[in-house]
């Protein structure tokens, strides 16, 4: 059994998984950047920036050091904001066993090269098997899990092994996991719900219903997987708990970043005053953009991304955004997606 375990970075959501870590036996290393949160959570065993009121095990033990974070440890997960795991993976790169487990959570691509996280991991983690790279995702709020909520999450792997040695990690009385292949699905799937998650805050900030809520996570769920299936990934995984699961979630809430943003864009405050409210990454901004320029690379039709550009980087009004939606041509609902062995999507 896996005794020693990092999580990078210290989060809402790595703090959460490191709590699951810990309680489940394991001793855990929490790495951060900041030396006054690493003193707060060796020392009154708290991360108040981002988990309010809680109390962290003291299994768990905070470094500002990578070498220490990550040297000599079974498993290494990687929670950081999609803009910056290609920095720390090269960080930690002198210090990782080339036999290390590596699981990331992080739920978008990377804005320059529009690369999926495993890739970034895997191009500066060279020295790794690339058969022992897992990615976590699913409908998880870290305020729930953090509480012991249940919570239902899946861990996708090229190989079986990798992926239950990730699943028997975490896995708990109040945290399942399930395993899947398919390791492009599951990473399409976390990264572009949260554009969805934006347009149904803006949505319910314009005080438009559950009807229009509705009708904005199916067909958001069909633009995820007619992407998702031209990048490679299987349909049936966006019909699981990194497709429709954490859409629901993830639009439903007000535990969700990225539907607090487009609430408040909803309400009329431009996107700068929004992310400086926020002051936590909202990874849907950027995937917007990344998801906009990736369907004119694979030539898929991606109508509520392509309004949500418009909102977000061009100026339109959210209003008349959700108008010229409501007034494209006629189309059917279903659609066959021949190259997938004529499986069908919506």
Not at 53 to 79: M, Q
Request: glycine letters at 8%; charged letters at 20%; a negative charge.
């Amino acid at each position: 059994m896996t005794k020693q375990v990092s999580v990078l970075v210290a989060g809402s959501w790595g703090t959460a998984i490191a709590s699951v870590l810990a309680d489940n036996e394991l001793d855990v290393t929490l790495w951060t950047r900041n030396l006054q949160q690493a003193e707060e959570i060796n020392e009154l065993h708290t991360n108040s920036r981002y988990l309010k009121d809680i109390r962290l095990s003291p299994r768990i033990r905070a470094t500002t050091s990578i070498r220490e974070a990550v040297e000599n440890k079974d498993a290494v997960i990687f929670v950081v904001p999609s803009a910056g795991m290609r920095e720390v993976a090269a960080q930690a790169r002198p210090f990782i066993s080339p036999d290390t487990l590596i699981i990331h959570a992080t739920k978008g691509f990377e804005a320059l090269t529009l690369k999926r996280m495993t890739t970034v991991l895997a191009e500066e983690l060279p020295h790794c098997d690339p058969g022992r790279f897992v990615v976590l995702s699913g409908p998880s709020h870290a305020e729930e899990v953090i509480r012991e909520c249940p919570t239902t999450i899946v861990v996708a792997s090229p190989t079986a092994e990798a992926a239950e040695q990730a699943q028997d990690l975490l896995i708990s009385n109040y945290f399942r996991v399930y395993t899947n292949p398919d390791v492009t699905g599951v990473e399409v799937g976390g990264a572009l719900k949260n554009i969805i998650a934006l347009g149904a805050g803006l949505s319910d900030g314009l005080k438009f219903g559950d009807n229009a809520k509705a009708a904005l996570l199916t067909r958001g769920l069909a633009e995820i997987a007619r992407l998702g299936v031209e990048m490679g990934a299987n349909p049936m995984t966006f019909a699981g708990l990194a497709g429709i699961g954490d859409l629901v979630v993830t639009c439903t809430s007000t535990h969700s970043r990225n539907w607090k943003a487009g609430y408040m864009l909803g309400q009329g405050e431009p996107l700068d005053s929004v992310l400086e409210k926020m002051g936590m990454v909202v990874e849907g901004v950027k995937t917007t953009k990344s998801a906009f320029t990736l369907a004119q690379e694979y030539g898929v039709t991606m109508p509520i991304t392509s309004e949500l550009h418009q909102v977000l980087f061009e100026g339109k009004e959210p209003r008349a955004a959700v108008e010229d939606l409501m007034g494209r041509g006629r189309t059917h609902e279903i659609e066959e997606i021949a190259n997938q062995n004529n499986k069908w999507i919506l």
